[in-house]
């Protein structure tokens, strides 16, 4: 009885079948997975994120400045996002607590209590901002301490029981920090330490109430000085006598629902985007005249916010 055999032109035509359903199997599943990745779209994302942001101007302002950044995050990410604007900086944190946000823009203060209180978050990149008379965008500010240049002061602690302007109480550079530097520094407070002072409402007039010799000190930042130094202003007349540490502009963070690759993915975006970039349909992404508060991001980390800490969490209660 012949013995069966296989024709070999036979097994290579079914080998070679095979290997071309394989192929075309892993060919669709490449371009299915393409197409995911081109709209943004990936299994383990969440499919909806909230983006909540500290609640410095009116709600509906607010929406509408950052509604473009927000569609453009959705159009390459494929995921809708909710913006939230929270009633108070406590209300942030305590939705962040709770898990309610999962991208944030925090400032440097409200970024620094949500790590003394542990919150699972994981930083992003910090705004830059391009400040007035400046050519480049930077993500920090430094405050000044200045006197006239021709005072015998040569420090702060020359200043004691002698005149100084703030610019107000909500100033961080014009107020809060150098307060912070009396009290950690000299533990002490204005009101012990000088004889008196004023707030005079504004960075500029804190330069001129020291130029005028209307006061001995005041309490400004390094934007304002470099504009109001320049030779068609009050000229080189100051004397910087203390400098705070960098300030950090705001810390952008995801929350714990938001996957790493999801989390870079974001940190990529917000590196990329320019002065010119559009949404889909046309649309600003970063509209200076809606008000929008930066002009890109750099990435920096926790560290940054760190080295001011002691000043910018310095309570003087």
């Known amino acids: 009885m012949p013995r069966h055999t296989t024709h070999p032109g036979f097994t290579l035509s079914c080998r070679g079948m ?3 359903l394989l192929f075309a199997l892993a060919c669709a599943f490449a371009c299915t997975a393409a197409r995911a990745q081109e709209s943004g779209q990936h299994p383990s994302w969440p499919k909806t994120i909230r983006f909540g942001i500290n609640p410095w101007g009116a709600e509906n302002e607010m929406r ?4 473009p950044l927000m569609d453009y995050i959705q159009e390459h990410l494929g995921v809708s996002v909710q913006i939230v604007i ?3 900086y406590e209300d942030l944190l305590d939705r962040a607590a709770a898990g309610e946000l999962d991208l944030m823009s925090f400032n440097s203060v409200t970024y620094l209590k949500a790590r003394r209180r542990g919150l699972p978050l994981q930083y992003l990149a910090t705004m830059e901002r391009l400040y007035e008379g400046e050519s480049q965008p930077r993500d920090s500010y430094i405050g000044y301490i200045i006197v006239h240049k021709d005072s015998l002061f040569k420090s702060l602690k020359d200043l004691q029981g002698h005149t100084f302007a703030f610019v107000e109480e909500s100033s961080a550079s014009g107020y809060k920090m150098p307060v912070a530097i009396l009290g950690t520094q000299y533990n002490t407070t204005p009101k012990k330490f000088f004889k008196k002072f004023f707030f005079v409402g504004d960075h500029n007039e804190v330069m001129s109430a020291v130029f005028n010799h209307c006061v001995d ?26 400098r705070t540490p960098p300030i950090p502009n705001d810390a952008w963070v995801t929350g714990p629902a938001v996957p790493p690759d999801m989390h870079r993915a974001i940190l990529d975006l917000l590196l990329s985007l320019g002065p010119d970039t559009r949404t889909a349909a046309g649309v600003l992404v ?6 929008f508060p930066g002009s890109g991001w750099s990435k920096r980390g926790p560290e940054f916010y760190e080295d001011a800490a002691d000043l910018l969490l310095y309570d003087q209660q």
Do not use: C, E, H
């Open 18 to 20: 095979a290997a071309a």
């Open 217 to 242: 000190g005041g309490a400004t930042w390094d934007n304002s000085y470099a504009m109001n130094t320049t030779p068609d202003k009050l000229g080189n007349n100051f004397r910087i006598v203390a």
């Open 64 to 67: 509408d400045m950052f509604r």
């Open 286 to 291: 970063i509209d200076q005249a809606l008000g």
């Open 86 to 88: 929270p009633t108070s």
